[in-house]
């Protein structure tokens, strides 16, 4: 199969069943992008990380189980071909820091709309760094 057909591989993770819904819809428009999986917690993410070795994760950093931050370190450090976006509604230093600091290539806030969200995964599974502007400024 031509790899530049080949779609890029999502899971998604959110203790929310409606925004990993919202989610799926959201990215199942672009024919590139393929969900193949959800958690619901940090652990589960981490399991169907290891299971479905997925290209890229967006992960949400409030769950049950594991958090977010946690569960980035451990898909991160197993599986290094496994990108992971944090895409959450907080915005504190402690959390844009420690989910950069547990290896996500990307940090994006819950009210990113659709068009970016999708440029973003691609962008993170060609292993390009994606903050919100916010989020950003928060790093500097």
Same mark, same amino acid.
């Given at each position: 199969?031509? &790899?530049?057909?080949?779609? %890029?591989?999502?899971?998604?993770? #959110?203790?929310?069943?409606?925004? /990993?819904?919202? =989610?799926?819809?959201? $990215?199942?428009?672009?024919?590139? =992008?393929?969900?193949?999986?959800? +958690?619901?917690?940090?652990?589960?993410?981490?399991?169907?990380?290891?299971?479905?070795?997925?290209?890229?994760?967006?992960?949400?950093?409030?769950? &049950?189980?594991?958090?977010? %931050?946690?569960?980035?370190?451990?898909? /991160?450090?197993?599986?290094?071909?496994?990108?992971?976006?944090?895409?959450?509604?907080?915005?504190?230093?402690?959390?844009?820091?420690?989910?950069?600091? @547990?290896? +996500?290539?990307?940090? $994006?806030?819950? #009210?990113?709309? +659709? &068009?970016?969200?999708?440029? @973003?995964?691609? *962008?993170? *599974? @060609?292993?390009?760094?994606?903050?919100?502007?916010? *989020?950003?400024?928060? $790093?500097?």
């Amino acid at each position: 199969m031509d &790899p530049s057909t080949t779609p %890029i591989r999502i899971l998604i993770a #959110d203790d929310h069943e409606v925004v /990993r819904q919202g =989610l799926r819809v959201s $990215l199942g428009v672009d024919a590139a =992008l393929e969900v193949v999986g959800e +958690a619901e917690d940090g652990a589960e993410a981490v399991r169907l990380a290891r299971r479905l070795r997925p290209d890229v994760v967006l992960m949400d950093l409030l769950m &049950p189980e594991m958090d977010g %931050i946690a569960a980035t370190e451990l898909i /991160r450090r197993e599986l290094p071909d496994t990108e992971v976006v944090a895409l959450t509604s907080v915005l504190e230093d402690a959390s844009v820091v420690g989910a950069v600091r @547990a290896g +996500a290539i990307g940090y $994006l806030l819950k #009210d990113t709309r +659709a &068009p970016e969200l999708r440029r @973003a995964v691609k *962008a993170a *599974a @060609a292993g390009q760094v994606q903050l919100s502007p916010s *989020a950003a400024a928060r $790093l500097m």
